[in-house]
């Protein structure tokens, strides 16, 4: 059976897309730490462990989510994108990037934000068209 993020990647659910690429989708978490907190996934591999993936896709989706983070960084205003990795919600290898102001906007913690669908919307149209311009 599909993960869950399999299936947003294949379109069957719906998510704010921020960036795509044949191999790899990036798209803002549901329950974000700060403005502009984005998943970034494999699209074709369901390995719930980073480091269980095959050197390619993992070079891959590194490389992705750095021009993520990049577009993240022009798109969102904040001192830094930050990474993590943890994958213990979903069985389905994902990093997380958070643009950050201070070390504490990375406290997983913390009660996440609920923004409105139109803010997400507005969120990650910035970050695709930051990413398409790089």
Same mark, same amino acid.
């Given at each position: 059976m599909a993960t869950i993020f399999t299936r947003i990647?294949?379109?069957?659910? #719906?998510?704010?897309?921020?960036?795509?690429?044949?191999?790899?989708?990036?798209?803002l978490d549901i329950a974000p730490m700060t403005p502009?907190?984005?998943l970034v996934? #494999?699209?074709?591999? $369901?390995?719930?462990y980073?480091?269980?993936?095959?050197?390619?896709?993992?070079?891959?989706?590194?490389?992705?989510a750095r021009k993520v983070a990049l577009a993240i960084g022009k798109a969102v205003p904040c001192a830094?994108?930050?990474?993590?990795?943890l994958? =213990?919600?979903?069985?389905h290898t994902h990093i997380h990037l958070v643009p950050v102001?201070? $070390?504490?906007? =990375?406290?997983?913690?913390? #009660?996440?934000l609920t923004l409105e669908p139109a803010e997400m919307q507005r969120i990650a149209d910035a970050i695709l068209a930051a990413y398409e311009n790089l």
């Open positions: 990647a294949a379109g069957e659910i #719906p998510s704010y897309k921020c960036a795509e690429n044949e191999d790899f989708y990036a798209f502009g907190h984005t996934i #494999p699209k074709h591999v $369901e390995d719930d980073i480091f269980h993936l095959d050197e390619k896709t993992y070079a891959g989706l590194t490389a992705f830094r994108v930050c990474v993590a990795v994958g =213990m919600e979903v069985p102001q201070t $070390e504490a906007d =990375m406290d997983f913690r913390k #009660p996440k």
